[in-house]
T-cell receptor, first 112, second 113 residues
């Protein structure tokens, strides 16, 4: 069974630029999560989708971050404009029954 | 903020047992998890325990849960060099959306030969 796929793996941008990350969850997993992991910290949930609907986006900085999951499968997370403090690893996870979450390899974003 | 707390670092000799500790503050926790993260990789689900259990064993891994003290531990028997990684404790709370996880800051485990 293929795992959660993410791209790109690494991205370097300048502040005020925009960036997008892509996630393809495990086949059949209805729930998809985006987490932000700042160096030295544990992951923090940004947004949770159930199929193509948003379940929780309470910690998503909505003035600059947006996410969508149009067909209930793949998802994209966008940052526009990026700030220095957005430098982090962005992790996507998916779940079949919301008990077990499986993570992708992450996208390491560096904002200069 | 992070209500899940872990010690930052653990050094252990190869072949010994490792014990990683975690404390949490929310009594509405339903499931408690242990994840492993190797350098440059995502998080790997190791094991988890339902809050009405006090112990779970899975091969070399033993999870102990003390609900009264809100204390969770992960014991790794016969620790190997491949066990060197950061270990995250996480909880799922009834008061959060179902499936949302609150993570600790992680414990870096270094296994020495």
């Amino acid at each position: 069974e293929a795992g959660v796929a993410q791209s790109p793996r690494y991205k370097i941008i300048e502040k005020r630029q925009s960036v997008a990350f892509w996630c393809n969850p495990i086949s059949g997993h209805a729930t998809l999560y985006w987490y932000q992991q700042i160096l030295g910290q544990g992951p923090k949930l940004l947004i949770q989708f159930q199929n193509n609907g948003v379940v929780d986006d309470s910690q998503l900085p909505k003035d600059r971050f947006s996410a969508e999951r149009l067909k209930g499968v793949d998802s994209t997370l966008k940052i526009q404009p990026a700030k220095l403090e957005d430098s982090a690893v962005y992790l996507c996870a998916s779940s079949l029954d919301q008990t077990e979450q499986y993570f992708g390899p992450g996208t390491r974003l560096t904002v200069t | 903020g992070e209500d899940v707390e872990q010690s930052l670092f653990l050094s252990v000799r190869e072949g010994d047992s490792s014990v990683i500790n975690c404390t949490y503050t929310d009594s509405s926790s339903t499931y408690l998890y242990w994840y492993k993260q190797e350098p440059g990789a995502g998080l790997q689900l190791l094991t988890y325990i339902f809050s009405n259990m006090d112990m779970k064993q899975d091969q070399r891994l033993t999870v102990l849960l003390n609900k009264k003290d809100k204390h969770l531990s992960l014991r790794i028997a016969d620790t190997q060099t491949g066990d060197s990684a950061i270990y995250f404790c996480a909880e799922s709370r009834l008061t959060d959306s179902w499936g949302k996880l609150q993570f600790g800051a992680g414990t870096q485990v270094v296994v020495t030969p």
